[in-house]
């Protein structure tokens, strides 16, 4: 991966060898359900943009990435003022929620796990 790991690192252990990884600060609301806005300028994605592996890494995020992460913050009644990982994983995907106890925002990594 060309690009440093971002500062999200001291919260999640990312395996060093992904090829392409997204992160975000999402605003995040628990009453009265818990709720991800993910806004376009909070968010990066790491390696090439233009890499089949970042497009499929966005497309598994729209599909079942986002909503995923969201039903497993309801499941585990994952409160804003915690600093608790949450994750939800499929198709040889990760995603990974902290609110490091922000009392707003869930901070958020996805990637392909690698083989």
């Known amino acids: 991966m060309p690009q440093p ?10 395996p060093s ?6 992160s975000a600060r999402a605003i995040y609301t628990v ?3 818990p709720f991800l806005d993910i806004l376009h300028d909070r ?19 729209n599909k079942k990435g986002i909503k ?10 994952l409160y804003s003022d915690e600093s608790r ?3 939800y994983s499929s198709n040889g995907y990760i ?5 490091n106890s ?8 996805a990637y392909r796990v690698p083989a």
């Open 31 to 33: 009453k009265p359900e």
């Open 17 to 22: 060898n992904v090829a392409a990884m997204w």
């Open 5 to 14: 790991i971002p500062s999200v690192q001291y919260l999640f252990e990312i």
């Open 43 to 61: 968010q990066f994605m790491y390696g090439e943009n233009q890499s089949q592996e970042a497009k499929d890494l966005c497309g598994w995020l």
């Open 95 to 99: 995603i990974r929620g902290n609110p």
């Open 102 to 109: 922000s009392y707003g925002y869930l901070y958020i990594v």
């Open 85 to 87: 990982i949450v994750e």
């Open 68 to 77: 995923g992460l969201q039903a497993v913050c309801k499941k585990t009644s």
